[in-house]
Structures are given as C-alpha cells and as structure tokens.
C-alpha cells in the first residue's frame, strides 16, 4: 500500500470516546478514539449512506443513526454479516495533528 497522508484534523479536537467528520481530499470519512487509538472508516452507512458521525460510538461499536446497523471501527466489518462493511484508512498523529492514508 502506498502512502498518501492526508491531513483530516488537529489531535487534541479529538477526544477519547468520540468521533468527528473530516473530509479529506473532499473524501467523507469518520474518525474515532477509543482505547487512545484512532480508526478512520468511510462516514456514509453502506446501508443508504447514512451519515455515521451521527450515530452513537460505544467502544469499537458503531451504530448508524439510521437503522441501527453496528460496525467495527477498528476494521469497519458490519457486525450481522461479516461480508459487509466500511472502507478502512490508516492514521497518525503527528506534531498534534492526526492524518489519514486514503490510499
Ligand atoms: S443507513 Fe445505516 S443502517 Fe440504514
């Protein structure tokens, strides 16, 4: 995989528990914190594109605001069908600013 590291936001606007929006290159993609680390998944619901940041984040559990569907976000796996799920991005933080690999 090759990297491309995008900026999506400073670190400290990201607390432990929560998610954010970001945008990216203009892509929609949720980033979370849980346990100190940091997940980013695509920010629409495979199911009808519901916007995830949203939803409710409880540990790694994602739930869409929509229809309740629940996802991973440390793989993006829908937890009812393991066939279904999320794009995943890579992150890091770096000199207080996290950023995302959308490649
Ligand atoms: S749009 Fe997310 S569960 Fe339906």
Same mark, same amino acid.
Request: charged share 15%; glycine share 10%.
């Given at each position: 995989m090759s990297e491309n590291w995008i900026y999506a936001m400073d670190d400290t606007a990201l607390l432990e528990g929560h998610m954010a929006a970001v945008y990216p290159l203009g892509v929609n993609v949720l980033i979370a914190r849980v346990g100190g680390k940091i997940y980013a998944v695509?920010? =629409?619901?495979?199911?009808?594109?519901? /916007?995830?940041?949203t939803g409710h984040l409880e540990g790694h559990t994602l739930t869409c /605001?929509?229809?309740?569907w629940r996802f991973d976000v =440390?793989?993006? =796996?829908?937890l009812d069908a393991a066939e279904l799920g999320l794009a995943v991005y890579s992150t890091k933080s770096e000199a207080g600013k996290v950023f995302v690999n959308l490649n």
């Amino acid at each position: 995989m090759s990297e491309n590291w995008i900026y999506a936001m400073d670190d400290t606007a990201l607390l432990e528990g929560h998610m954010a929006a970001v945008y990216p290159l203009g892509v929609n993609v949720l980033i979370a914190r849980v346990g100190g680390k940091i997940y980013a998944v695509s920010g =629409r619901c495979v199911h009808m594109a519901c /916007p995830l940041f949203t939803g409710h984040l409880e540990g790694h559990t994602l739930t869409c /605001p929509c229809h309740d569907w629940r996802f991973d976000v =440390r793989t993006g =796996r829908f937890l009812d069908a393991a066939e279904l799920g999320l794009a995943v991005y890579s992150t890091k933080s770096e000199a207080g600013k996290v950023f995302v690999n959308l490649n």
